[in-house]
């Protein structure tokens, strides 16, 4: 079998396994699509290819999430699909014979596929598709997993795997040969991870309680092997910031110079730079004053923040006196805020900059603010540690059964709220559990704040390591949420009046 004849079969089998399950493929197909964005953390104008199209199933849901910003190039290798291919903005469809000559070398941003890539001749196919990445340019394949119970029976046994719609050419991958493969193939930080625990046979209304388990399920030692799908990121070597444009992501002109951006940070001097250049270049319309809290550290902090601020005023720092804790952090950067609207967000953030769009755009729709999730149905949570998952869920769970209203995720230090909200905030925390005083007390007086989708992908070594420790936050946000819900039962947390909110 060639390369050719293989891509043609996968992408036949491909579009009839999307379409022989019609209850749950715009569900799966719109969450790959938002994994795409979320994992990329695509910017405008940026290049993806799409390899085995089809007549486009997937590339609608992908147009729909990334806004119709971004030029996608649908790889089509079967010709009545090509013929019958959807009418889609700012999508070319290209009917391809040899992937390896027919498309132009270093042309592409990215470069992504749902079930077309899992081959027996996928390692030929990886050195075809590093030709067509820009240096620097990343991959994002979702593949069978071999490991997946009924995978494995359809790969053992060809007869069967032949009459469930699997292509001759067919195999499940094996993340650990694929791995060496892929690096062999010229890719470096490769991410292959098991994903997706939900059945295409799932029944409709239990869609999105099953995506709401996936958090766990998808993370948990023993099922995560079983995932139905491995999630297969890879990057080609090269400068990523020289291949990316500059993109500016202030839409709403309403919210020019109205945002303080309050940042924590303790032993932060790696990220500062980056950070606060991102935060300009990205949202510079927006920024009324980025305000470095510097908690006490031990390193360079507070030199590299007044080193940048001589350059750029509106970057300032506030240095605290001991003790140190980010509930007492945010108390002094929300004093010291003078915008029309505060977010608070962690250091590290970087990576994900791009997806505060989301945030902003909430508040352009009026609401009182805003707060990132990562635990949403169309969230993506990858390589999340499993023990963090488990307190994380339980603590919104109790939450949920204590309180009014329904909350997915609100201590993440993720938030954009009108100013006025967090003026007369009362932390009482000192340490991380501030996050959920901040999540819970605003919901509970009533302003109207929405849950948006985010990203959490790791941490890479330039990020820093992490103070945050459960055995000795745990205890921090127990009794935040034993204060906020024996005020909510006392009614000492009234309901704002619209007038208020004005």
Not at 266 to 281: Q, V, Y
Not at 385 to 408: D, E, M, Q, W, Y
Not at 436 to 442: H, N, R, S, V, Y
Request: with cysteine; net charge positive; hydrophobic share 40%.
């Amino acid at each position: 079998m060639s390369l050719e004849s293989n891509l043609q079969q996968m992408e036949r089998g491909r579009e009839g396994y999307w379409l022989r399950y019609p209850g749950t493929s715009p569900f799966k197909l719109h969450w790959r699509a938002l994994a795409v964005r979320h994992s990329f953390h695509i910017l405008p104008g940026e290049k993806i290819l799409e390899l085995g199209a089809g007549t486009g199933l997937w590339t609608e849901f992908l147009t729909s999430v990334l806004r119709r910003q971004n030029p996608i190039t649908a790889a089509v290798f079967n010709e009545c699909f090509f013929q019958s291919a959807r009418k889609l903005p700012n999508v070319e469809f290209v009917h391809i014979q040899d992937v390896r000559t027919e498309l132009p070398e270093e042309s592409f941003d990215y470069v992504i596929g749902t079930g077309i890539l899992c081959h027996d001749l996928y390692a030929e196919n990886l050195r075809a598709i590093h030709r067509l990445l820009k240096p620097g340019g990343q991959i994002l394949f979702f593949e069978a997993n071999y490991w997946n119970p009924q995978v494995l029976l359809k790969s053992c046994i060809r007869g069967f795997g032949r009459w469930a719609g699997n292509a001759e050419c067919q195999v499940g991958l094996r993340k650990y040969i694929l791995m060496k493969v892929a690096s062999q193939q010229g890719f470096v930080s490769i991410d292959i991870i098991p994903y997706d625990i939900v059945h295409p046979r799932t029944p409709h209304f239990l869609l999105r309680l099953l995506k709401s388990l996936a958090f766990v399920l998808e993370h948990a030692p023993v099922t995560r092997d079983l995932c139905g799908t491995l999630y297969i990121w890879a990057r080609k070597p090269g400068d990523e910031e020289a291949r990316r444009p500059r993109a500016h992501l202030a839409e709403h002109k309403s919210l020019f110079g109205s945002t303080s951006f309050v940042i924590p940070c303790h032993n932060e001097e790696m990220n500062i730079g980056p950070l606060t250049e991102a935060i300009l270049r990205f949202y510079g319309p927006y920024v009324h004053e980025i305000l470095i809290v510097n908690d006490n550290s031990r390193d360079r902090t507070a030199e590299v923040t007044r080193q940048i601020a001589v350059a750029e005023p509106r970057i300032k720092l506030i240095d605290r006196t001991p003790p140190n804790g980010v509930g007492l952090a945010l108390r002094d950067g929300f004093a010291a805020a003078s915008g029309r609207y505060v977010l608070t967000m962690d250091c590290d953030f970087v990576q994900i900059l791009p997806e505060f769009r989301d945030l902003f755009d909430a508040i352009a729709r009026g609401h009182d603010g805003a707060i990132g999730s990562r635990f949403s149905n169309e969230s993506l949570l990858i390589n999340y540690p499993f023990t963090k998952i488990v307190c994380n869920r339980a603590f919104h769970l109790i939450a949920n059964s204590l309180l009014p209203g329904h909350v997915r995720d609100i201590s993440n230090n993720l938030k954009l709220y009108r100013a006025e909200i967090v003026k007369t905030l009362q932390i009482d925390q000192p340490g991380f559990a501030a996050n959920a005083e901040t999540g819970l007390k605003p919901l509970l007086c009533g302003y109207d704040i929405c849950e948006v989708p985010i990203s959490w992908i790791d941490r890479t070594v330039d990020m820093g390591v992490s103070s945050f420790r459960i055995r000795k936050v745990a205890s921090g946000y127990v009794k935040a949420l034993a204060q906020v819900v024996v005020q909510a039962w006392r009614g000492r947390e009234k309901p704002a009046r619209v007038g208020e909110r004005a």
